[in-house]
């Protein structure tokens, strides 16, 4: 069992920045990937970044160049810095982990068996 809490979310301006927290706790050390998903009232909720436990990242193309994901395994913390803030980037963000699987770290939430309670993040224009 991993159990995940969220913080740092907030309102930003455009252009803004905002860096998001995901504390694990429990068997963590067996977490094969670790993702940041969002979602608002109008879509699914989508992956947004993901990191394999050896350092792998993979993003979705709206936020390449602009979110960077990073964990830090001593304090079992996963973190989204997010740059360049859109109104778009507006939605609740999810943190979650799975204990399975391999190759390129998945964005679609099937692959995610342990989630947060998650954090809100509005940008305004």
């Known amino acids: 069992q991993v159990q995940l809490v969220e913080s740092g979310g907030g309102s930003v301006q455009a252009g803004g920045s905002l860096r998001l927290s995901c504390a694990a706790s429990?068997?963590?050390?067996?977490?094969?990937?670790m993702g940041w998903f969002r979602q608002n009232t109008r879509k699914e909720r989508e992956g947004v970044a993901a990191?394999?436990?050896?350092?792998?990242?993979n993003y979705a193309d709206s936020v390449k160049g602009r979110f960077t994901i990073a964990k830090d395994n001593a304090k079992n913390t996963l973190y989204l810095q997010m740059d360049s803030l859109k109104s778009e980037d507006t939605a609740m963000y999810y943190c979650?982990?799975?204990?399975?699987?391999?190759?390129?770290?998945?964005?679609?939430?099937?692959?995610?068996?342990?989630w947060g309670q998650g954090t809100q993040v509005t940008v305004s224009s």
């Open positions: 979650a982990a799975t204990q399975r699987g391999s190759g390129l770290p998945p964005l679609l939430r099937l692959h995610y068996s342990y």
């Open positions: 429990g068997d963590t050390a067996s977490s094969e990937f």
């Open positions: 990191i394999a436990r050896d350092g792998r990242t």
